[in-house]
């Protein structure tokens, strides 16, 4: 019977994400007690003005908690405006709470919460866009949101012509729309560009650019609790991915459209770590919370066998992430 499973227990709960909440305050309070040191550990490459900008420790780990909540939240909102699993459900929130809460060295990267935090903003606009009259007001707020985010991490713009295959695939790219894309694109520059000008530094915006073009494949090499952590996640990535493409005829096209630009988005966000590895604690929220979505849509829609002890032992191995994690970082 659906109902004796574990699995279906766990996503159809109340319980569920509260319990998930306790536990990642808990693994956050355990991770600022027994590593206060980590610090903006893997942050360095990042400009000296994104650097300035960031709050020391103990609120650098108060903001990232908060960040985490809401992209907690987004993806909620996500799911019930867009049906991405056809039903409520909070079971991708209390995923990505956990993935994160395992991974202590996260728990400072303020920088790499906030674009993950933006680059879901952009994915409100962009899903709204879907079949559109006039897609102009929905990709130019998108794409202002991504803005907003490469000014704080440069790279992330690189995130933008997947941003149009989106909307391509959604039928609402139109040259009107492109440009409004472009404008939404440029506007945070030309706000840098008049600060630029009003203290006399160009540099202020040269750097950004800079950065962006910057390629550095074998400069940094990915950290043991970045390896562990995106090793989970891509397991967890390719299982969901299988799942979403072998039940697609189950889905609305407008719900597979959505669920086949969440797989090209993980993917290149893994690719993008993997020719970039000093970006893998940077880039880690958003492969943990596009990763949460294709996994709530396998966890809560599937219920064979095999995906219930596929979820136990994914389960099972947070705990073991958490303190191989913890254990590096010490």
């Not at 989106?166 to 440029?186: D, E, I, K, M, V």
Request: aromatic fraction near 14%; glycine fraction near 6%.
């Amino acid at each position: 019977m659906r109902n004796k499973r574990f699995l279906n227990r766990v996503t159809t709960s109340r319980l569920t994400l509260p319990a998930a909440c306790l536990l990642a305050v808990l693994c956050w309070l355990a991770g600022s007690l027994l590593v206060p040191a980590c610090g903006h550990k893997g942050e360095s490459p990042l400009s000296p003005e994104a650097l300035a900008a960031l709050p020391p420790s103990w609120a650098g780990q108060l903001l990232c908690l908060l960040l985490c909540g809401a992209i907690g939240y987004l993806l909620i909102e996500l799911n019930n405006r867009y049906a991405i699993i056809r039903m409520r459900a909070s079971v991708q929130t209390a995923i990505f709470f956990l993935v994160v809460a395992a991974s202590p060295g996260l728990h400072w990267h303020a920088t790499g919460m906030t674009a993950a935090t933006l680059m879901f903003i952009a994915l409100f606009f962009l899903f709204g866009s879907f079949q559109q009259p006039n897609p102009t007001s929905h990709l130019f707020h998108a794409f202002l949101s991504l803005g907003i985010g490469s000014v704080l991490l440069p790279q992330s713009i690189l995130f933008a012509p997947v941003l149009w295959i989106g909307a391509y695939n959604f039928q609402s790219l139109t040259p009107r729309s492109f440009l409004a894309s472009l404008l939404g694109l440029a506007f945070p520059y030309w706000l840098l560009l008049g600060y630029a000008c009003a203290v006399g530094d160009m540099e202020v915006l040269y750097r950004p650019l800079h950065e962006m073009v910057g390629f550095r494949p074998l400069l940094f090499r990915v950290e043991p609790w970045e390896a562990g952590t995106l090793s989970y996640l891509f397991v967890l990535y390719v299982v969901a991915t299988v799942h979403c493409l072998v039940t697609g005829l189950d889905d609305k096209i407008r719900t597979r459209c959505y669920l086949h630009f969440l797989i090209l988005l993980a993917f290149c966000t893994f690719a993008y770590i993997a020719l970039q590895p000093w970006m893998a604690s940077l880039l880690t929220p958003l492969a943990a919370a596009v990763t949460s979505i294709l996994a709530g849509h396998l966890f809560v829609l599937s219920n064979s066998r095999a995906t219930n002890w596929f979820f136990l032992a994914m389960l099972a191995l947070l705990p073991a992430l958490f303190i191989v994690n913890l254990w590096t970082l010490l």
